[in-house]
T-cell receptor
Framework: GAGVSQTPSNKVTEKGKYVELRCDPI?????LYWYRQSLGQGPEFLIY????????DSGLPNDRFFAVRPEGSVSTLKIQRTERGDSAVYLC?????????????FGPGTRLTVL | QKEVEQDPGPLSVPEGAIVSLNCTYS??????FMWYRQYSRKGPELLMY????GNKEDGRFTAQVDKSSKYISLFIRDSQPSDSATYLC????????????FGTGTQLKVEL
């Protein structure tokens, strides 16, 4: 079946602009996660959703970052007033539930470059 | 100090070698341990998942967990050029939710 998909695959923007990154999870997966991976680093947790609600947003670096999942499926990560330090690969993952024993399946990521 | 420490490498080995990859962690709340493989410009994919201390084997891969030492390992036998990738250890606790804490990743190259 189809895996996790993310669009766009690459996004180049200018400092100060607004961007939206989209994630389509595996059908039927109720848990959805966003991570950020900087060059040469492992992914860092940002936020996760159980259904439509954000169950834990403790990883969001500041209030310029926001994510939604209005219908419990597709999620959008929104970044306002982008800064050069936001440049990274943004990874989305989904799992059947939020249980610690459920495998997280990752998408290919969106590579964000802020000039 | 990071919660999970992993040598970033790069690690270069000849084809057929046994590869040993390791992570240490500081948070006793971590109970579930994973190894992910990430090819260049791809998302991580799960290789191995373990819960308790001890060994778990799957084909050429063996995962080892020592909770008393807060140390986990991944062994790859008969390494192949197709194993060339970045290997990420990841872990999570039992406190509800499933947010993963990753190591830096070790870049592995298996040479012909």
């Amino acid at each position: 079946g189809a895996g996790v998909s993310q669009t766009p695959s690459n996004k180049v923007t200018e400092k100060g602009k607004y961007v939206e990154l989209r994630c389509d999870p595996i059908s039927g997966h109720t848990a959805l996660y966003w991570y950020r991976q900087s060059l040469g680093q492992g992914p860092e947790f940002l936020i996760y959703f159980q259904g439509t609600g954000a169950a834990d947003d403790s990883g969001l670096p500041n209030d310029r970052f926001f994510a939604v999942r209005p219908e419990g499926s597709v999620s959008t990560l929104k970044i306002q007033r982008t800064e050069r330090g936001d440049s990274a690969v943004y990874l989305c993952a989904s799992s059947l539930s939020f249980s610690s024993t459920d495998t997280q399946y990752f998408g290919p990521g969106t590579r964000l470059t802020v000039l | 100090q990071k919660e999970v420490e992993q040598d970033p490498g790069p690690l270069s080995v000849p084809e057929g070698a046994i590869v040993s990859l390791n992570c240490t962690y500081s948070n006793s709340a971590f109970q579930y341990f994973m190894w992910y493989r990430q090819y260049s410009r791809k998302g991580p994919e799960l290789l191995m998942y373990t819960y308790s201390s001890g060994n778990k084997e799957d084909g050429r891969f063996t995962a080892q967990v020592d909770k008393s030492s807060k140390y986990i390992s991944l062994f790859i036998r008969d390494s192949q050029p197709s194993d060339s990738a970045t290997y990420l250890c990841a872990m999570t606790g039992t406190g509800g939710g499933n947010k993963l804490t990753f190591g830096t990743g070790t870049q592995l190259k298996v040479e012909l």
